[in-house]
């Protein structure tokens, strides 16, 4: 399983939980702490490795390829989403 597919189920857990719930709270966090939270301090590491290494040139590439992974995240909670309302 890759780390889409693995995000893509626990954010429609996430988003098929009672909102306000308990439940939803616990998945939504466990979604963070498992996805968000680890992308955000290793994209932050790399991208101020890429600066201090390579110059300006290079870490607009790696922004480049954040920027494409953040959209990718994006798709996937959109189509997540438009696949619960068409459920109701």
Do not use: C
Not at 26 to 55: H, P
């Amino acid at each position: 399983m890759t780390i889409k597919s693995a995000f893509r189920n626990r954010y429609a857990e996430a988003i098929k939980a009672s909102p306000f719930s308990e439940e939803a709270t616990r998945k939504s966090a466990s979604l963070w702490d498992w996805t968000m939270e680890s992308n955000i301090k290793v994209w932050a590491e790399i991208a101020e490795e890429r600066l201090e290494k390579y110059g300006k040139r290079e870490w607009n590439y790696f922004a480049e390829h954040v920027m494409n992974e953040i959209q990718e995240f994006a798709k996937i909670m959109k189509e997540e989403k438009e696949k619960l309302e068409a459920e109701k």
